[in-house]
Structures are given as structure tokens and as C-alpha cells.
């Protein structure tokens, strides 16, 4: 069924400023009318959203599918399933797959996937350079054509300058934003978390944040200079947000994205559970107090603490979690990096980066961001609706009549714990299981056909 009735509800869509008690008639696919005693056909499905949020379906532009050539981690039909349980109605595949998605035989396949899995909206990233080497461009109007909606290489940063230079220059003849995962090999070598006093107290090889701060600032001068836009991804450090901020002071055409572990924990989550909560977990779960009965517990050197970017200083997370609340970061998402449990359980220094993020994102953005009045809700909705999907030139992000039909609806006060058991992920490596987290998505609706629902699920969700 592609029609659907939501009532009861609050509704926001922050692309048109809407926030009031109202229904939400979809016909066909498409949103047909957002008021109250709406006349809608007497045989027409209802859903009952009272109590609930009723909101533009959730986009998140940073997610890794894995396919093709990595399905034992996750598939396209896996990873959207943890989408729409995580409330998300649209993502967008990062290209780091095997083979990368640098031609456009590959983004056909991945488009024919998530057809067959009939769940969320997939959206392809192409790269940046060939095989995401970083030393020959990619075909990018071949891509634009095969239905690309960015390019990036993420996973890598392109390190030649002048050749990415070139690479915004056709991704503006194209109209194509590029995401960056900002990078600087010389300053990072191979460091595995952030360089300050936890990576020397555990005997860790350490990752400065002007290894961030460096490529931001060199984005920011590509973008001056070429008028791309260009999108920083995963920001961690403090530097990057000043840099950022000043550059869209000056009308530079650069943004870019938090992803939820970045504003929630920090480098001491890898010295153990103990030294993190002693340090820094009085302000991390919107609870107050200090180390409480409850609170989940892990070991030193746990590695599904290891994420690129990695966690970094209370000071990092405070400026990420101010760049938020000023509008300077514009976009959340995950960076949903599935592994399989035998390569996280290895030595810190060999587990590869990487958490999975899709069905924690929006309840640890709620408690960050939300819970500790920090913005309102539609400010933080916003983030995950309209501002990619304008971004990423998507007809998506709003519940305006004839849009498409993409609808979250979500609980922002309901409490429950996430288990490994009820991840639709086929890897589950989280640092957030065992963790009591407030808000959740209850039902996710994608062209008007409910494809989450807490008391009906889908097939495959």
C-alpha cells in the first residue's frame, strides 16, 4: 500500500517551518495534504502517532554498505534494513567498496540491489579518484549520468592538491558537491588514536587533530577558489570547526557533518570504562551525576572504540557539539562502518577504523542535543532532513504537498537499551551496546509504504 493516514501526531518539517498537532495524508506515494480533519478515503491504512513525532523521512549521507565485494560485514538489503529501523529513510553509500564505485556499471548494480530489497531510498557516492587511489580521476560525468549524487573518497583522502583541484573544478561543471574525508597522511602516519595524554598513558601511536585541520583548511581554500561545493566529513577536532566557521562567515561554499560517537564520547572511552566515566562521563548521557549504578561497562583497548577520525580531547567534543548548536555543522549522520567480530577482535593497533551507527545515531543525538536544550527539535530534525538533502540536490527532506512520500515517525522520550540481539546490522560493532538510550524511531514510511514499524515489521527488517 503507497497510501497511509498518519494522525495524531506532532508534526515538524523544518523545510517549511511547520510545527503543530496535525494529519498527514500520503496518496500514491506522495504527500498529498498536512492539516487536520483531512478528507481522506474511508478504506485508506491509518497510522496512530499520537504521542509521536511525525517528521520528513531521516536521510543519513555517509553510510558503508560493503557491497559489492564485502557482504560477509553487511549487504545493501542488511545495512537498509538497519537504516529503516533506525528511522532512516534514505542513505548514501560511501564508494570504498570492492571494486570501488568508480564506473558506472557498478553504481547500476548497486541501485539494482536496492531495488531488490524494496526498503530505504539508496543513494550512490562515486570517487573521487580511480580505485580511490588518489592518482587518476574518476570518469565524473559518466558517473553524474549513472545517477551519482556526490563524490568522495572516503575511507582516503586525496592527498595530490592540484589534483583535487581539478576534481572540484568537473564536479562543479557537473553540479556535484564533494565530501572529503579530511586526511593529512604525513601529519597522521600511523596513528591509531587521538595524540594526547590517553594515547601516551596507553602506549598508543598518536593522531593529531592538525591531521584533520590541515585538509579542512585546504578545502576551504579549493572551495574559495573554484566555487565547489565541498563537504568536510566526520569532523572531530576543535580546529576544524574555527576553520569552518570563519570560512562560511566569509561566504565560502564549504560545510560539513558530525557523526554522534564524536559528540558523545572521547579519547578516555579507550582507557576503559572506568577512567571514562571518572573523566568525562558526568555530561555524556544528559542524566547529571557523576559515575552512576548502571552505566555500561568495557575493558581498556576495546576496539570497537577505534573509529577514523578517532575520539578525541573533551575539548573536541565540546566545540563539535557548539558548532552544532551555531549552525556551523549543518548535517549529522552516522559513518555506519560495519566489520566482522574476528577483525575488531585483534590488537588495538590492527582492528581496522570503524563502529556501526544507523540504529544509535538519532537516539544519541536526541540526548545530546535535545535532552540538554542545547536546540530544539526541529533545529536537530533539520540536520538529518532538508539540509542534505539541499546538500545533495535530493527531492527529499520535506513532507511539502506532491513531495515525495518519506516519513519518520519517532518517540523522542521513549527509553530502551540497545542489544546486539536486535540489530538489523550483520556486524555488531558498537561501542553503544548495553547503553540505556532515550528516543527511537517507531515507524519509517518511504514512498508511503511502511517498510519499520515497531508492531509490523517487513520483510527482511
Known amino acids: 500500500m503507497n497510501s497511509l493516514l498518519l494522525t495524531g501526531g506532532r508534526v515538524i518539517d523544518p523545510a517549511n517551518h511547520f510545527d503543530a498537532r496535525a494529519e498527514v495524508l500520503i496518496l500514491n506515494g506522495k504527500i498529498a495534504a498536512v492539516g487536520n480533519l483531512l478528507p481522506a478515503p474511508a478504506d485508506i491504512p491509518r497510522l496512530d502517532a499520537t504521542g509521536k513525532i511525525v517528521c520528513p523521512g531521516l536521510i543519513d549521507l555517509h553510510v558503508h554498505f560493503r557491497e559489492p565485494g564485502q557482504t560477509a560485514k553487511e549487504t545493501i538489503a542488511s545495512g537498509a534494513a538497519a537504516a529503516a529501523r533506525g528511522g532512516f529513510a534514505s542513505v548514501v553509500c560511501m564508494p570504498n567498496t570492492s571494486p570501488a564505485i568508480d564506473n558506472a556499471g557498478t553504481v547500476a548494480l548497486i541501485h539494482e540491489r536496492a531495488a531488490q530489497a524494496g526498503l530505504v531510498n539508496v543513494f550512490v557516492a562515486g570517487t573521487i579518484t580511480k580505485n580511490i587511489a588518489g592518482e587518476e580521476l574518476s570518469p565524473i560525468g559518466s558517473l553524474k549520468k549513472a545517477g551519482v549524487v556526490a563524490i568522495t573518497d572516503d575511507g582516503h583522502c586525496v592527498q595530490n592538491n592540484e589534483l583535487m583541484r581539478r576534481a572540484c573544478e568537473y564536479a562543479k561543471m557537473f553540479d556535484l558537491p564533494v565530501m572529503d574525508h579530511c586526511q593529512d597522511y604525513p601529519l597522521v602516519t600511523d596513528g591509531v588514536m587521538n595524540e594526547g595524554y590517553w594515547s601516551v598513558a596507553l602506549g598508543l601511536r598518536g593522531w593529531p587533530s592538525a591531521g584533520e585541520e590541515m585538509i579542512v583548511a585546504r578545502n576551504i581554500l579549493l572551495a574559495e577558489l573554484t566555487g565547489t561545493r565541498i563537504h568536510c566529513q566526520h569532523l572531530s577536532a576543535a580546529g576544524s570547526v574555527a576553520l569552518i566557521r570563519e570560512a562560511k562567515k566569509r561566504g565560502v561554499p564549504v560545510s560539513g557533518e558530525a557523526c554522534p560517537h564524536h559528540f558523545t564520547l572521547t579519547d578516555a572511552a579507550v ?37 577514523n577520525p578517532p575520539l578525541r580531547s573533551a575539548r573536541d567534543r565540546e566545540a563539535i557539539l557548539e558548532g552544532l548548536a551555531d549552525g556551523t555543522i549543518e548535517i549529522l549522520c552516522s559513518d555506519h562502518a560495519p566489520h566482522c567480530d574476528y577483525e575488531k577482535e585483534v590488537e588495538f593497533d590492527y582492528a581496522p577504523f570503524g563502529i556501526t551507527g544507523l540504529e544509535t545515531e538519532l537516539a544519541l543525538s536526541l540526548m545530546q542535543l535535545v535532552h540538554t536544550n542545547r536546540m530544539s527539535l526541529a533545529d536537530m530534525l533539520a540536520k538529518f532532513t532538508i539540509n542534505p538533502a539541499r546538500l545533495l540536490n535530493l527531492n527529499r527532506g520535506t513532507l511539502s504537498v506532491g513531495a515525495v512520500a518519506d516519513v519518520t515517525v519517532l518517540d523522542p522520550d521513549c527509553e530502551w537499551v540497545f542489544q546486539p540481539g536486535t540489530s538489523a546490522s550483520k556486524s555488531k560493532n558498537s561501542p553503544f551496546f548495553g547503553w540505556k538510550l532515550k528516543g527511537k524511531a517507531v515507524a519509517t514510511v518511504v514512498a508511503g509504504k511502511t517498510v519499520w514499524s515497531e508492531r509490523v515489521k517487513a520483510p527482511g527488517v
Open 271 to 307: 582507557a576503559g570504562s572506568e577512567k571514562f566515566w571518572a573523566d568525562d562521563g558526568q555530561s555524556l548521557l544528559a542524566t547529571g551525576g557523576g559515575r552512576r549504578e548502571g552505566l555500561p561497562t568495557w575493558p581498556a583497548y576495546d576496539t570497537n572504540f577505534k573509529m
